[in-house]
């Protein structure tokens, strides 16, 4: 699992680096900018909450899953 989510977890990255970066202006680019970010913490906090669920309920050891 823990492999998983770090494959996820900077999935919007590139995304919000260019808009950073002014990829893209104006009233639209602020609000599409705002989402993606509220969009990434939603992913990584999910991506988080999997992963400790699973710790807390002992899956990976010895399970062959990879926390």
Sequence with gaps: MREMSDRHWRQFD???RLMDGKAWVGPSARVFERELRRNRQVLQA???K????LRRSGVG???GVVL
Excluded: E, I, N
């Design 14 to 16: 590139d995304s919000v």
């Design 46 to 48: 999910q991506l988080q």
């Design 50 to 53: 999997a992963v400790d669920s």
């Design 61 to 63: 050891s010895g399970s």
